[in-house]
């Protein structure tokens, strides 16, 4: 009986050994979405909000180039793309396993980018972080210039819900914002080529002096 016991407890602890190689998926880091961007309007900025009267779950990103494209953060799969008829012309990216790098946790991510002048991929496409979503815009109703709106959600169920609509429009839906995350707690700036990254804060002070703080990717 002993020698059975001992056997299972050998077994069991042999298991035990086994599972990591199981549960660890490989994790990605996603880096920024614009390659040389300003970040015009950060997240949740109370100047933001006390300006135009509503909160911003999001980062608003301009480039500091020609260059308005939109480039995916990693490996993901779109879960919609098309014209919405408040945001603008959108794309729903979900990227599977992404470490977020503030709380060193790993989950699957959405990204929902908003007011593209134009889109480059569709429903169902996989893409890297080689894959263009398409360019920067000022599509919608109420974006006011060209520039990139988008935010991260961890809620993969009801991807096509947002807390920056008061109403639903065709594909985004009002949502709650308890599932939202900062992209100061996600991305990466990756610095070498070819993707040759930078980012800085420019504008109004619609952002925190740190919040272009990344971390570097090489
Ligand atoms: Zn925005």
Do not use: C
């Not at 470490?99 to 496409?125: E, M, N, P, Q, W």
Request: glycine share 8%; no cysteine; charged share 15%.
């Amino acid at each position: 009986m002993k020698k059975l016991l001992g056997l299972v407890v050998s077994i069991v602890f042999l298991l035990t050994l086994s599972i990591p190689s199981f549960a660890q998926a490989a994790t990605q880091k996603l880096i920024q979405p614009v390659n040389d961007a300003y970040i015009t309007a950060g997240f949740l900025n109370a100047k933001y909000e006390q300006k135009f009267g509503f909160k911003h779950y999001g980062w608003d990103l301009t480039s500091s180039t020609s260059s308005r494209t939109v480039w995916a953060s990693g490996k993901g799969t779109v879960l919609a793309a098309g014209y919405d008829n408040i945001l603008g012309n959108t794309v729903i990216v979900k990227y599977p396993d992404a470490y977020i790098h503030a709380t060193g946790s790993t989950k699957d991510l959405i990204f929902r980018y908003h007011h593209l002048a134009s889109i480059g991929v569709s429903k169902g496409a996989s893409v890297t972080k080689d894959t263009s979503l398409g360019k920067y815009g000022n599509t919608g109703k109420y974006s006011t210039g060209a520039h990139l709106h988008f935010e991260i959600d961890t809620d993969t169920t009801y991807y096509q819900y947002s807390p920056t609509l008061g109403s639903s429009s065709n594909i985004i839906k009002a949502g709650s914002s308890s599932t939202i995350l900062s992209p100061k707690k996600v991305l990466y700036t990756k610095v070498s080529s070819p993707d040759s990254q930078q980012i800085w804060v420019l504008g109004d002070g619609y952002q925190s002096s740190t919040e272009a703080d990344l971390p570097l990717l090489k």
